[in-house]
C-alpha cells in the first residue's frame, strides 16, 4: 500500500490533529478521505486552508458576485425539510451479482421510458459502475455493468466511477435527459491507477461515449481527460470525481482535487469533451475553517434554479460529512450558505450516522417532487438513501 497514494473515505474515523508538521512533505504521510477502508484521518494542522487570490471579472466588482446572506437562506430554503425512504434504495452488498462490498456515488437519469441509475461499487479491488433500472424511482433491478476496469497498465486500471453524464437540460426541475452530441452520449469518469485498494492515489478522469446510452467505450486508453500533470496547488495530489455540464456555447467540468488532506471544487472548458483547460481562478469552491466544509468541498453537481445556478456538493467537517449548497449567477464565483442542506445522522434508522454525502438529485414531473439519491455511511455499511422534498406516502407509488 503506497504511504502517499492511500487518501480514502473511512468509515470510520479518528479524528487526530497533528500539530508542528505543517511543511509540504506529505510523502511521509497517509492520508485518508471519508468512506476508505482507512481507520485514521490524519488532519495536518493548518493545511486545509482555503485558496486566496480570487480573480474579479474585468467588468464587475468582486462585490458584485457576492451574495448576501438573506438571498443566500432565500435560494437554499426549497432545499431543506427533506423526507426519508426508511430502508437502504441500494444496499452495501447488492444482489447484482458483482460481489461488492459497498457502493458510492450514485447518478441517476432517464432514457425512454425507465430511470436509469450508475453507482460505483467496491469489490476489494477498486471501483467499477454498476447500472440499474427503475419504473418508480424507489424500487431498482440490476442491468450489469456499465464500465469495469481499465486494462493493465492505463490510467483507469483501478476502476471508474461515472460522474458527469451530458443532459439535455441543466435546469433544477427537468428531467435529467441524456443529450447526443456529434451522435453520441458523453460520460466523465473518475478513476484511479491502481488496484488493490480504495481509490489510490493520484486519481484522474476521462471520457466515455456510447451510441445508446447502456453500451460505453473510452474515447482514450492512454490519456486522461484530467489529471495532477499541469496542476495547479491546490489540486497536486488527487483529481477526483467530475460534473459534466453544457453552458454558454462550451463544456464545463466541475470536479474536486486534493492537496494533501484538502478537497476543494474547481472547473475545467472544453469545446470538444477532449482537451480540458483548467479556469485560472480555481478553486471556485473552497473550504472554510471551522465550518462544516472545513476539510472537504467536494462532488459538486450543478443545476439551473431560477435567474441563478446552484451547486450540490458535500462538505467534512465538525465530525462528519454534510450536504451543502453553493451559489453563482456566472458559474465561476461561488458563494456557499454555511449551514448544510443536510446533516449526517438524520435518518431515523442510523444509516447515515457518519456520512450523508455524494448526491443524485432528479425531478419527476409526474409527482412535482426532487428526489436526492446519496451515499449514507453509518454503522450498518456503506448504501445509497433517498431523500424527497414531499413526504413519500403521499406521492402515487410511494411506500
Partial sequence: ???????????TCLWIEVKQMRQR???KLKLSRPGSLLIVMILISGNCQPARGEPVAKDQSKEFWQIDA?????WAKPFRNWNYYPEWIIPPEPPDGHAFQMVDCPLVWKLGDQWQMWYTGFDGKGYQTAHAASTDLIHWKPKGLAMSYGEKGTFDYGGVTFGGLLLESYDLRSLRIP????????VLYGCYPKQGGYEFRPGAQGVAWSEDGTQWNR??????????????EWEKDCIYQPWLLEADGKFWDFYNAAQGSCEQMGVATSTDMISWARYEGNPVVKVRPGGYDAEFCSDGKVFRDGDHWVMIYFGVGQGGAHIMAAFSRDLLHWTSHPEPLYKAGGH???LDKTYAHKVSLVYDPARDTLFMYYCAVGDQGRGICLLTDKPLSALHGGP
Fill in 1 to 11: 500500500m503506497d504511504v502517499v497514494g492511500i487518501f480514502t473515505r473511512a468509515t
Fill in 25 to 27: 512533505n506529505q510523502e
Fill in 70 to 74: 438573506g438571498t443566500l437562506d432565500s
Fill in 179 to 186: 443529450k447526443k452530441w456529434n451522435g453520441k452520449y458523453w
Fill in 219 to 232: 474515447a482514450s486508453v492512454d490519456h486522461p481527460s484530467l489529471s495532477i500533470e499541469g496542476a495547479a
Fill in 348 to 350: 431515523p434508522r442510523g
